[in-house]
């Protein structure tokens, strides 16, 4: 009998031949399609795609929100079924309850899992401190702007140790220098212990910025992956830094050739022929 396959030798996600279709029959809506992907150990990949493209739907099949219509999700070699619950996801909205301070947030993630409220108290300090809020554990959410409000998400999702981090569009509600400060911490949470990610963002340049690898997605319906670019910029990375590099303005450049012609395939019924 075949052994289960070693999690730390296996792809940390792999899509095989991925489908995700909605609806059945004449009405049916093919989201993606025969979609591969492998995201390695340790590896943060950063897909972007045209708005609809189905960047969410490949995180929701990962996290076992979604089952494919065709193919299979693999999470440290095996297939998915039910919800991934060694992975972390962060969403886009906020997800904290209004009702608990930053640290109850925290916290919680680690008592559902049945840690003592003293331990899971204790690490939750230990987070806040880790993402420069600890002077903030007894704010509520409305207490708190939006830059820390999304520390506590980042927190409530670390906590629990996650093998793997989900993150869509994580930073999106943010203001641009909001946006780039929780890159560099993020970046620097990840450094530490070097989990595979999978990030998904429609701003290019943070997906050059944070990431290993860059995978560009097809305008939909039947969306699919056209291009990937390794980042090869030196790590550590600031990411407002990283930004003035003649290497990012060139990476920069060789992935909106693949991206634009998508995002025009998107856009083009609504916006007609837009000069380059």
């Given at each position: 009998?075949?052994?289960?396959?070693?999690?730390?030798?296996?792809?940390?996600?792999?899509?095989?031949?991925?489908?995700?279709?909605?609806?059945?029959?004449?009405?049916?809506?093919?989201?993606?399609?025969?979609?591969?992907?492998?995201?390695?150990?340790?590896?943060?990949?950063?897909?972007?795609?045209?708005?609809?493209?189905?960047?969410?739907?490949?995180?929701?099949?990962?996290?076992?929100?979604?089952?494919?219509?065709?193919?299979?999700?693999?999470?440290?070699?095996?297939?998915?079924?039910?919800?991934?619950?060694?992975?972390?996801?962060?969403?886009?909205?906020?997800?904290?309850?209004?009702?608990?301070?930053?640290?109850?947030?925290?916290?919680?993630?680690?008592?559902?899992?049945?840690?003592?409220?003293?331990?899971?108290?204790?690490?939750?300090?230990?987070?806040?401190?880790?993402?420069?809020?600890?002077?903030?554990?007894?704010?509520?959410?409305?207490?708190?702007?939006?830059?820390?409000?999304?520390?506590?998400?980042?927190?409530?999702?670390l906590v629990r140790d996650p093998a793997v981090l989900l993150m869509d569009e994580p930073f999106g509600p943010l203001d641009a220098q909001?946006?780039?400060?929780?890159?560099?911490?993020?970046?620097?949470?990840?450094?530490?212990?070097?989990?595979?990610?999978?990030?998904?963002?429609?701003?290019?340049?943070?997906?050059?910025?944070?990431?290993?690898?860059?995978?560009?997605?097809?305008?939909?319906?039947?969306?699919?992956?056209?291009?990937?670019?390794?980042?090869?910029?030196?790590?550590?990375?600031?990411?407002?830094?990283?930004?003035?590099?003649?290497?990012?303005?060139?990476?920069?450049?060789?992935?909106?050739?693949?991206?634009?012609?998508?995002?025009?395939?998107?856009?083009?019924?609504?916006?007609?022929?837009?000069?380059?």
């Amino acid at each position: 009998m075949a052994s289960d396959p070693d999690p730390d030798a296996a792809p940390a996600i792999a899509l095989e031949g991925v489908s995700v279709a909605f609806g059945a029959g004449a009405s049916a809506y093919t989201a993606v399609a025969d979609v591969d992907l492998a995201v390695a150990p340790g590896e943060f990949v950063a897909i972007v795609g045209p708005t609809g493209c189905g960047k969410s739907t490949l995180l929701n099949v990962v996290a076992g929100l979604l089952a494919p219509a065709r193919g299979v999700a693999r999470f440290r070699g095996r297939p998915v079924a039910g919800i991934t619950i060694e992975a972390g996801y962060l969403f886009q909205q906020d997800a904290l309850m209004p009702w608990k301070t930053a640290l109850a947030n925290i916290a919680v993630a680690l008592e559902v899992a049945g840690a003592s409220r003293a331990e899971a108290d204790r690490q939750g300090r230990a987070w806040l401190a880790r993402v420069g809020l600890a002077r903030f554990a007894d704010r509520y959410p409305h207490q708190l702007s939006g830059g820390q409000k999304k520390r506590v998400a980042l927190a409530q999702m670390l906590v629990r140790d996650p093998a793997v981090l989900l993150m869509d569009e994580p930073f999106g509600p943010l203001d641009a220098q909001t946006r780039g400060l929780m890159g560099d911490l993020l970046l620097s949470l990840w450094s530490a212990d070097r989990k595979a990610v999978l990030f998904v963002t429609h701003d290019l340049e943070e997906a050059i910025a944070l990431a290993d690898r860059v995978v560009v997605m097809s305008a939909g319906p039947a969306s699919r992956i056209v291009a990937e670019h390794r980042i090869d910029l030196p790590r550590p990375r600031a990411t407002a830094d990283i930004r003035l590099e003649p290497r990012f303005h060139a990476l920069q450049r060789a992935i909106w050739a693949d991206l634009k012609a998508e995002v025009m395939k998107a856009y083009g019924d609504q916006f007609g022929e837009v000069a380059p």
